[in-house]
């Protein structure tokens, strides 16, 4: 496809995982991101992995990455009420970013 | 100090004003980017400036004209503003073209 895609909702209990996933569109894309975006405010670089990497971990959060299927998950590990927020996942093409329309995480307690 | 600085925050105006919101950055990045976020929430990027060189421009309407007076600062000048001008816009800098960006806070510009 030639967009970045992802699902639009996700709903998950505290104490939780959640999951959420992204397909990108340029198997050449260096960088692939995961930004969030809480109420109101700028977004924020939550972690990043590098191409040549399938799996990365930074405190409660996973990044796995499918090259062959162009796919990116971010897992949050005990997800907590401040997670509350969308989360874009953005590609590195040789001039711009791309990014999906953003998952919109909702935590309940 | 905020590494991305946009202003204002909030800018509401009258159809056919011209209006301008500006973005500085001090990490000492070399690209700067303007994006446009609507109200589904999709990211857009309108210009993208390498050392104070336009490298990318999507097909945005000519009454968009980014200025860079120098590799830290980025403005965003907007002639006879319409409704659908209104949106959220954010500016956005990397060290390279290669690199992750770092953004502003947005500037929601609603056009009445």
Known sequence: GEDVEQSLFLSVREGD??????TYTDSSSTYLYWYKQEPGAGLQLLTYIFSNMDMKQDQRH?????????????????TQTGD???YFCA??????????????????? | ????????????????????IKCEQNLGHDTMYWYKQDSKKFLKIMFSY????????????????????????????IN????????????ASSQDVNTEAFFGQGTRLTVV
């Not at chain 1, 990044?63 to 590990?77: C, F, G, P, Q, Y």
């Not at chain 1, 590609?91 to 307690?109: C, N, Q, S, W």
């Not at chain 2, 390498?50 to 000048?77: C, G, M, Q, W, Y």
């Open chain 1, 17 to 22: 995982s959640s999951v959420i996933n992204c």
């Open chain 2, 80 to 91: 006879s503003l319409e409704l659908g001008d209104s949106a959220v816009y954010f500016c």
């Open chain 1, 91 to 109: 590609e590195k093409g040789i001039h711009d970013m791309r990014f999906g329309a953003g998952t919109r995480l909702t935590v309940k307690p």
């Open chain 2, 50 to 77: 390498n050392n104070k060189e336009l490298i990318i421009n999507e097909t945005v309407p000519n009454r968009f004209s980014p200025k860079s007076p120098d590799k830290a600062h980025l403005n965003l000048h």
């Open chain 1, 62 to 78: 996973t990044v796995l990455l499918n090259k062959k299927d162009k796919h990116l998950s971010l897992r949050i590990a005990d």
């Open chain 2, 1 to 20: 100090d905020t590494a991305v600085s946009q202003t204002p925050k909030y800018l509401v105006t009258q159809m056919g004003n011209d209006k301008s």
């Open chain 1, 84 to 86: 509350s927020a969308i």
